[in-house]
């Protein structure tokens, strides 16, 4: 249900500065900025050591904006979580389970619904849906896109249903295209959806920023190293996929080490906090900055080295966090706030939405952020949330999965596959060490319940809980609650 604004920027205290109350635009125009593969803590201003004095623009958004400190995406995939984004539905809902699934055109999103309230639309940037396809999709006036994964340097796009070839780093030319739709469209509410393809690999950076970093001592997380003690405790998956290419060992099918890879991406983000300062200011010379509402945020998180892996697709708390910002002066103030609640890719369309006064359809499982960006802490929020991964044939290499993420806990279970369940205490245990499950593992004689081969009393309680609440979660939003943990007859959970 989306209530009004201005319901929700009344009343009580809530986080960090009194609640933000203002008289607001009746329809401020949005920007949303979408990154690929950001994760969460790679911003100066959230203390990454490399990037103290590297990312002002970020960092203005986190000091003067509103930042979501415990932000998640339901599915750590490119195309999935993409369309959570748009539709403010889980992966079971909308059906994008891999990277080039398309997002059938019956669902509703939030782009379609601003353009049929009198919104110009326009989208710049990464689509990856729908296979090799860049067509122009439903709900936008304006198209720049590209085929796939696209280029970094001199990409092919899709303008408007011509192919043109650019000169140029796709990042520098997404934004220039941007910036010219808001001069062009100032006088009149519009979404502007910048979809960038950075920093995806292989990294390739800005040339001036080429050089950055060098000599520099590259952090390596206490889980990267090869440890049998963690390998007893964790899924035999794991272990054989640190060897691939989504792996320390196997690193992106490349010969350069991991150093070299890590000091590429910290580049390449600086092209991207480039990109927001130049957003910034187009909507500040455009006198918009004060009633535009700007949300930064990435598709997924990425890995560097936790538990032996590089990339996302799992669910460990590095590949599922991302990076949630929000800033209009009009809507939240300009004192900056922290909120600790729990926010989704879901929310993304309902919080949009809400901010433009249009209705979000019953259907959207998300809700809007605007209450607890303005300083509201709404008593029945959530407190958990699904995780979905479907198994690619592309990259074998992560199994499906599906878990349940709490305040305290991660439950992880792998549908399909003889192995052992995950269960970590984030309080006790925020690296995901110590697998409190490791004894159930799945075998050929396993019968019945894994829940059944725990041997501590206290754990099997707390896994029977979780997986009541998982069943829940699923049954609510039209999924399948078998999935929270019961064997099939073949010793194999049933997806």
């Keep these: 249900m989306t209530l009004s604004r201005r319901s929700l920027l009344a009343g009580a205290a809530g986080l960090g500065p009194a609640p933000f109350v203002r008289t607001q635009p009746a329809r401020p125009s949005i ?192 889980t990267m190293a090869y440890k049998e003690e963690f390998y007893r405790q964790w899924p035999e998956w794991v272990h054989r996929r640190r060897f691939t290419r989504h792996g320390v060992d196997g690193m992106l099918a490349s010969d350069e080490p991991f150093e070299v890879h890590y000091r590429r991406y910290c ?82 369309a309902p919080t949009i939405l809400d901010a433009a006064g249009v209705a979000a359809p019953p259907a959207m499982q998300g809700r809007s952020l605007v209450p607890l960006a303005a300083g509201r802490r709404p008593e029945d929020w959530r407190t958990e949330f699904l995780y979905e991964y479907a198994w690619e044939q592309d990259f074998p290499y992560t199994p499906n999965i599906i878990g349940l993420r709490t305040e305290t806990h991660s439950l992880m279970h792998y549908p399909g596959i003889w192995d052992i369940p995950e269960l970590y205490d984030l309080r006790a245990d925020p690296d995901q060490v110590r697998n409190l499950v490791a004894e159930a593992r799945i075998g050929a004689r396993m019968r019945g319940r894994y829940v059944n081969h725990i041997r501590d009393p206290e754990t099997r309680r707390l896994v029977e809980t979780l997986q009541e609440r998982m069943a829940r979660l699923l049954a609510a939003t039209g999924g399948d609650p078998r999935l929270a943990g019961q064997l099939t007859e073949d010793h194999k959970y049933a997806y």
């Design 31 to 222: 920007v949303l900025i979408v990154t690929d593969d950001h994760r969460y803590n790679f911003i100066g201003a959230l203390g990454h050591p490399w990037l103290a004095a590297h990312t002002p623009h970020l960092d203005r958004l986190v000091h003067r904006g509103v930042h979501f400190r415990n932000a998640f995406v339901t599915s750590s995939l490119c195309s999935p979580s993409r369309a959570t984004i748009l539709t403010g539905l889980y992966m079971h809902a909308h059906r994008v389970e891999v990277n080039f699934s398309a997002l059938d055109a019956k669902f509703e999103t939030f782009p379609k619904l601003l353009q049929r309230n009198g919104y110009r639309t326009g989208f710049f940037g990464k689509w990856h849906m729908g296979g090799a396809s860049d067509a122009p999709q439903p709900g936008f006036d304006h198209w720049l896109s590209f085929r796939g994964q696209g280029e970094y340097q001199d990409p092919e796009v899709n303008l408007n249903g011509e192919r043109r070839r650019l000169k140029g780093n796709m990042t520098g030319l997404l934004t220039e295209a941007a910036v010219r739709f808001i001069r062009e469209n100032a006088r009149r509410p519009f979404l502007l959806y910048l979809s960038h393809k950075a920093v995806h690999a292989p990294f390739q950076p800005l040339e001036r920023h080429a050089r950055l970093f060098e000599g520099l001592a590259v952090p390596r997380p206490a």
């Design 267 to 348: 580049q390449c983000l600086l092209g991207i906090d480039d990109s927001v300062g130049e957003l910034l200011a187009a909507l500040e010379e455009s006198r918009l900055l004060e009633d535009t509402l700007v949300l930064y945020m990435s598709d997924n998180g990425y890995m560097w080295g936790e538990h032996g892996l590089v990339d996302k697709r799992a669910m460990y708390e590095a590949s599922i966090r991302v990076p949630l910002l929000a800033h209009c002066p009009a809507l939240f103030g300009t004192s900056g706030r922290a909120v600790e609640q729990m926010a989704l890719n879901l929310d993304i």
